[in-house]
């Protein structure tokens, strides 16, 4: 009898021959950078900032303030303005672009 492993909302797995391989949450992240995505649970939001600056032209501040929000989300890494503009949506935070070079990710003040 072959056991098959229980996978869990947000789990994955890998099929490899003829065995089921439970996936971690680093070994998905990987999958997911893999095609072009980031995939977060319950991380701060300076990780996911992070992991988008590379995509992103010019300078990302984020303050002190918003740098501990959590976040989980799917993001596209090939269009990290409409990664941010979602985060914005979901989170208190502003996103302000100030020219071509800087971006200022802050609490909303309102």
Known sequence: MVSRPSLQQGQAALLRDSTIERLTGEQQQRAAWLEGRLEVLDEPLYRVVDALRPYQRGYIRLSPAAR?????????????Q??????????????????PWLMLIDLKTD
């Not at 501990?68 to 990290?80: E, H, I, K, Y």
């Not at 409409?82 to 020219?99: D, F, M, N, T």
């Open 82 to 99: 409409q990664a941010l503009k979602a985060l914005a949506e979901a989170l208190p935070i502003s996103v302000e672009r100030y020219g």
């Open 68 to 80: 501990d929000l959590r976040v989980q989300g799917v993001f596209p890494l090939d269009q990290p």
